[in-house]
């Protein structure tokens, strides 16, 4: 099957700093890339839509000036989060579609652990 | 709006035992997809088993299998001979057309030896 990976897949920072993570589509072209948050033993919330070439789309809630998404290409879309502070500390994964599959087919990204200190 | 509920927070089973996970959905789509995915400890999300909205059949994978009921929506997960590698959460998720994912809560199983 296909295969997301993201990288760092753990980041200690410091609170104030910023942090990127990256998330490339390695046999496939994402042109759709989901990116999830997750707290601990909750459900993955979706935080942006984007597609190749397009500015996100944010879900209701989610600081698009705080999150920063970029989906420059149809392999490599990144998620940064700018002055991180403790409580963005989370379990960010991705998720990349292929655009026509009707999203029978999802790929997961093995996700980031995000520690701000 | 879609919606995904998943009414077992916590479900136990004892090692080759069988166990069922509930699921039922809300959607005005008539045609989608449902999935179950497990995410053990490692937190990476596994496709564990999906079914198309349009086929009466119930899909089987080895252990896995569903039960699909389109008219009552509802979709779940049994899981036969029970194995300790399957202790993990598991969601039940569906999909549109419209590509946007709806997660369930999640149903923490643990089994035990």
């Known amino acids: 099957g296909a295969v997301v990976s993201q990288h760092p897949s753990w980041v200690i920072c410091k609170s104030g700093t910023s942090v990127k993570i990256e998330c490339r589509s390695l046999d496939f072209q994402a042109t759709t890339m989901f990116w999830y948050r997750q707290f601990p033993k909750q459900s993955l919330m979706l935080m942006a839509t984007s597609n190749e070439g397009s500015k996100a789309t944010y879900e209701q809630g989610v600081e698009k000036d705080k999150f920063l998404i970029n989906h420059a290409s149809l392999t490599l879309s990144t998620l940064t989060v700018t002055s991180a502070h403790p409580e963005d500390s989370s379990f960010y994964i991705c998720r990349g579609e292929t655009s026509g599959a009707y999203s029978y087919e999802q790929y997961f990204g093995p996700g980031t652990r995000l520690t701000v200190t | 709006a879609q919606t995904v509920t998943q009414s077992q927070p916590e479900m136990s089973v004892q090692e080759?035992?069988?166990?069922?996970?509930?699921?039922?959905?809300?959607?005005?789509?008539?045609?989608?997809?449902l999935f179950w995915y497990k995410q053990p400890p490692s937190r990476q999300m596994i496709l564990v088993i999906r079914q198309e909205a349009y086929k009466q059949q119930n899909a089987t994978e080895n252990r896995f299998s569903v039960n699909f009921?389109?008219?009552?929506?509802?979709?779940?997960?049994?899981?036969?001979?029970?194995?300790?590698?399957?202790?993990?959460?598991?969601?039940?998720?569906?999909?549109?057309?419209?590509?946007?994912s709806t997660f369930g809560d999640g149903t923490t199983l643990t089994v035990k030896p």
């Open chain 2, 16 to 33: 080759a035992e069988t166990v069922t996970l509930s699921c039922t959905y809300d959607t005005s789509e008539s045609d989608y997809y």
């Open chain 2, 69 to 100: 009921q389109k008219a009552a929506k509802s979709f779940s997960l049994k899981i036969s001979d029970s194995q300790l590698g399957d202790a993990a959460m598991y969601f039940c998720v569906i999909n549109t057309n419209a590509g946007k």
